[in-house]
C-alpha cells in the first residue's frame, strides 16, 4: 500500500505573531504512483464501486479527517 499522506516543516519565523503550525500534511492520489493501468486489476463489488467511488481498490484514495496530522 502506498503511503498517501505526506508531511512537510515549514519554516516558522520567530517575528511571526501567529503560532506556528509545526507540521502540515497533504494528500497525495494513488493515480501519480501508476504511470497505466495494468491489465487484470482485482475490482470491487459494484456496491462497494458506489460507496468507493472506485471500481479498482488500487485507487481508491479516502477523504482526509480535517485537523487530524
Known amino acids: 500500500m ?3 499522506v505526506r508531511f512537510y ?3 516558522v ?5 501567529c503560532p506556528p503550525m509545526r507540521v ?3 494528500n497525495v492520489p494513488p493515480q501519480l504512483f501508476i504511470p497505466f ?3 487484470n486489476l482485482p475490482q470491487n463489488t459494484p456496491q462497494d ?3 468507493l467511488g472506485t471500481l479498482w ?3 481508491y484514495s479516502p477523504y482526509p479527517i480535517p485537523g487530524s496530522p
Do not use: N, R, T
Not at 13 to 17: A, E, I, T, V
Open 2 to 4: 502506498i503511503d498517501q
Open 9 to 11: 516543516y515549514p519554516y
Open 13 to 17: 519565523s520567530p517575528l511571526d505573531p
Open 24 to 26: 502540515k500534511s497533504y
Open 37 to 39: 493501468q495494468p491489465a
Open 49 to 51: 464501486a458506489l460507496k
Open 57 to 59: 481498490p488500487l485507487f
